[in-house]
């Protein structure tokens, strides 16, 4: 005999109820969790280390590299940066997902650090489906990707608290009109935050490190 | 791509539901997919065909229901369907918009035989 089964069930809710795991540990530890997504080069590691250096006088950081080869070259820099970090190799994987998250989150002092900084891997379309449990997403795009990104990726933009537009040192080398690319986010995501910084020079970061400040404030009630 | 990874997901909730209902196979499944999620079919088709091979599920028909994207403006109330490009608000021009459908991504209903 057949006949039709009901399910209604969300796909990705495997994923979803372990990434709810992941914030009840994070919670538990009074850390802050924070999702950096960008396409390979954008910055991200770059980024990572001068929030390191803006906020090492007043808070004690942990970061997880995600990458989809078996490297240690971002995780080094941070090491080197006096900060622990926890390498995951996804196996080719193009994107972090809330188990490989769990694990990393075995190998991290979490009562040691206010901050964890999920540097994912560098993709631009995989890493939206799948939550990891942290507190809040950030993207990092670069002046040399072109303004046209937020038309072709829309769906990493939509999720997202912060958009940080790095190497604007670039900007008068490039043709990157400011205005259709922040168009393209104010369709997709009007509330986001906006930095448009530069990590070689160092602009723009204040701003970023007094929104993020604000951030963490806001979730760790002292 | 991430499809692999979802698709095992899609296997692993259908042979619950099989296995719960004591079905002998799974014969359908029905997938509702939204404009928005980002799943590309073909390829759900491509990993599926090798991963169902030995499970319930062996042989099952994928029919994928596809939801369009429909955007709901904040400023105006204008609710449209979004073509293939991003656009703002055709009524009154505003980018304050709010998604009302096309993140669907679930699996709604399996037909077994018992
Ligand atoms: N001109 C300029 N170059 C930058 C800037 N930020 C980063 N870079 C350079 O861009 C390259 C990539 O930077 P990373 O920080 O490694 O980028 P990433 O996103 O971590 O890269 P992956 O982890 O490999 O995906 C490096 O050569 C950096 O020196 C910037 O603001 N201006
Ligand atoms: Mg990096
Ligand atoms: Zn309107």
């Known amino acids: ?222 | 791509m991430h499809e692999l990874p979802i698709t095992e997901n899609i296997l692993d909730i259908a042979v619950t539901y099989a296995q719960q209902a004591s079905a002998k196979r799974v014969t359908a499944l029905h997938l509702v997919v939204g404009q928005l999620s980002s799943i590309v079919d073909d390829s759900i088709q491509f990993y599926w065909d090798i991963i169902s091979k030995d499970t319930l599920c062996a042989g099952a028909t994928l029919h994928f229901e596809r939801i369009p994207a429909r955007l709901e403006c904040q400023e105006c109330g204008h609710t449209y369907t979004l073509s293939r490009e991003l656009m703002v608000c055709p009524q009154c021009g505003s980018a304050r918009l709010k998604v009302i459908a096309g993140e669907e991504f679930r699996l709604e209903s399996i037909e077994v035989e018992t």
């Open chain 1, 1 to 222: 005999m057949s006949k039709i089964v009901p399910v209604v069930q969300e796909i990705m809710s495997a994923n979803d109820s372990l990434a709810a795991q992941n914030r009840a540990k994070l919670d538990a530890a009074q850390v802050v969790g924070m999702n950096i997504m960008a396409s390979p080069g954008a910055g991200k590691t770059s980024t990572i280390l001068r929030t390191i250096e803006a906020l090492a006088a007043d808070y004690r950081l942990g970061v997880v590299e995600g990458d989809t080869a078996n490297v240690t070259i971002d995780a080094d820099k941070v090491l080197a940066a006096g900060m622990p970090a926890v390498q995951i190799n996804t196996g080719g994987n193009c994107h972090l997902d809330a188990v490989m998250l769990s694990g990393a989150l075995a190998q991290m002092p979490l009562d040691e650090i206010e901050l964890l900084i999920v540097e994912n891997v560098g993709n631009l379309i995989c890493p939206a489906s799948f939550t990891l449990g942290t507190h809040f997403n950030v993207v990092i795009a670069s002046v040399p990707e072109g303004d046209d990104k937020p038309y072709k990726y829309p769906n990493i933009y939509r999720g997202i608290d912060a958009l940080i537009l790095n190497k604007m040192d670039l900007l008068p080398y490039i043709d990157f009109d400011l205005a259709y690319f922040r168009q393209g986010i104010e369709i997709l995501n009007p509330e986001a935050a906006f930095f448009p910084i530069s990590c070689k020079t160092g602009e723009g970061v204040a701003e970023w490190i007094e929104w993020l400040k604000v951030r963490m404030a806001s979730l760790r009630p002292a």
